[in-house]
Nanobody
């Protein structure tokens, strides 16, 4: 499984960016997808996730109301629309894919290479 994230860049505070992550998998709809981020000197943290069908979404408190996660299963792509960006959103953003691999519910995670988001204040 390969996850290719893109869309990062430099933006002023209050601006917007849209991240994309394309997955090279056979059946994309088997994977729950998510976005995490890691700022310099900090641990990686959860940002948002979306269920297999896209019917359920989850957000961190810092992302609620500003970010929107979505997916297009036909394009094998997950998106993160980020609005009202703040300097504290500056981080490397990573795409994450989780699949259940057996009837016991064991899961396997995959990570993309990350895309840098820099918000200037």
């Amino acid at each position: 499984v390969q996850l290719q994230a893109s869309g990062g860049g430099l933006v002023q505070a209050g601006g917007s960016l849209r991240l994309s992550c394309v997955a090279s998998v056979r059946i994309f709809s088997r994977y729950a997808m998510g976005w995490f981020r890691q700022a310099p000197g900090k641990e990686r943290e959860f940002v948002a996730s979306i269920s297999f069908s896209g019917g359920s979404t989850y957000y961190s408190d810092s992302a609620k109301g500003r970010f929107t996660i979505s997916r297009d299963n036909a394009k094998k792509t997950v998106y993160l629309q980020m609005n009202s960006l703040k300097a504290e959103d500056t981080a490397v953003y990573y795409c994450n894919a989780v699949v259940v691999v057996n009837i016991e519910g064991s899961r396997v995670e995959h990570w993309g290479q990350g895309t840098q988001v820099t918000v200037s204040s």
